[in-house]
């Protein structure tokens, strides 16, 4: 059996995009499944909420943060 990825922007249309699907000869199921986050998203969030993240003013601070990056 062949499968066909469908990513959707507007989970909104998912219900119609299924039901569309289906309407295909041939189509045997229509399964959805949310993306997973990787290792390294996963870890960043858990930094973020256990309040390891850095915070900016202004997009000039955010622009020397970046440029010291080599001192860290």
Not at 45 to 64: H, N, P, Q, T
């Amino acid at each position: 059996m062949t499968q066909l990825t469908v990513s959707i922007e507007n989970p909104d249309m998912l219900r119609d995009i299924k039901k569309a699907i289906k309407m295909i000869r041939g189509v045997v199921s229509v399964k959805v499944e949310k993306s997973k986050p990787n290792t390294t998203t996963i870890a960043a969030i858990e930094e973020v909420r256990a309040g390891k993240g850095i915070y900016c003013g202004s997009f000039e601070d955010y622009k020397r943060m970046v440029a010291n990056l080599d001192d860290v």
